[in-house]
């Protein structure tokens, strides 16, 4: 139904879900480290947003080279977000008055010394990206969203099928929790419902450490935060309310 756009864990072993790094190498590191590839039931996902620092060091390619070397393990997930979306429809991101994909592009050509074909490289893992989590215990970890338009599963379905220009895609990398025009708590409840989970988790935010909406828990890891927050969860543990999401919540410092 979802090819590999939809990633489904069991209802055993272990996930650490961690947003958005945004090009910070350090914290890249420190989350990785928190797993062990060598176990084959203990999960880590990225949610999108690996790239584009505003600050003055971007470790964006050297997380990049990690990551697709260890994408080749099965448990080892990042899923697509925003900002590498753009690469690859070739649209431009700006923070502030700085246009981020030129930036990321200057950056190739600096740090590998030239821009091709590690530019192309880095879309084809961008393409590779599934766009969302799905787990035994209840749980939809996607980059951002949901969209409003999702009220039949066969709605979420097609979309699949259409393309990285699909407006409901779109909803699912670029809305936020605090427009009221993006989604509403009951459109959250609305698209559980169709998708037949009990609650969502996403980034692409930026807030301190995390925020409960609804049924939605918005983790901030990495960028905008002083207190990094990750999750931390026992896949086998049955989840039957908010509480039971931010219980297996982790900070660091």
């Given at each position: 139904m979802f090819?590999?756009?939809?990633?489904?864990?069991?209802?055993?072993?272990?996930?650490?879900?961690?947003?958005?790094?945004?090009?910070?190498?350090e914290d890249y590191q420190r989350y990785v480290n928190l797993w062990d590839e060598s176990d084959k039931d203990f999960h880590i996902v990225f949610l999108g947003?690996?790239?584009?620092?505003?600050?003055?060091?971007?470790?964006?390619?050297?997380?990049?080279?990690?990551?697709?070397?260890?994408?080749?393990?099965?448990?080892?997930?990042?899923?697509?977000?925003n900002h590498e979306w753009v690469h690859i429809v070739n649209k431009k991101i700006y923070k502030g008055n700085e246009e981020l994909t030129r930036q990321f592009e200057i950056l190739v050509s600096h740090?590998?010394?030239?821009?091709?074909?590690?530019?192309?490289?880095y879309i084809k893992f961008f393409k590779s990206m599934p766009y969302f989590v799905k787990t035994a215990n209840g749980l939809f970890l996607?980059?951002?969203?949901?969209?409003?338009?999702?009220?039949?599963?066969?709605?979420?379905?097609?979309?699949?099928?259409?393309?990285?220009?699909?407006?409901?895609?779109?909803?699912?990398?670029?809305?936020?929790?605090?427009?009221?025009?993006?989604?509403?708590?009951?459109?959250?409840v609305n698209f559980l419902e169709v998708i037949g989970s009990k609650y969502m988790v996403i980034g692409h935010n930026p807030l301190e450490s995390y925020k409960v909406y609804g049924r939605q828990m918005i983790l901030s890891s990495s960028f905008g935060t002083k207190v990094k927050t990750y999750l931390d969860i026992d896949l086998s543990k049955?989840?039957?309310?908010?509480?039971?999401?931010?219980?297996?919540?982790?900070f660091i410092h």
């Open positions: 090819n590999d756009k939809l990633i489904e864990l069991p209802d055993y072993g272990r996930l650490i879900v961690v947003s958005d790094i945004h090009g910070n190498f947003d690996l790239i584009h620092s505003s600050e003055k060091e971007d470790g964006s390619i050297e997380i990049l080279d990690d990551a697709i070397e260890k994408s080749k393990c099965p448990n080892f997930h990042v899923l697509l977000g740090k590998k010394g030239f821009i091709e074909p590690s530019l192309t490289n996607s980059h951002s969203g949901p969209s409003d338009k999702v009220r039949l599963i066969e709605v979420f379905d097609k979309m699949i099928g259409d393309g990285y220009l699909s407006p409901i895609l779109k909803d699912f990398l670029w809305n936020r929790y605090n427009s009221s025009t993006d989604y509403t708590k009951n459109d959250i049955e989840i039957n309310s908010m509480k039971d999401v931010q219980r297996q919540l982790k």
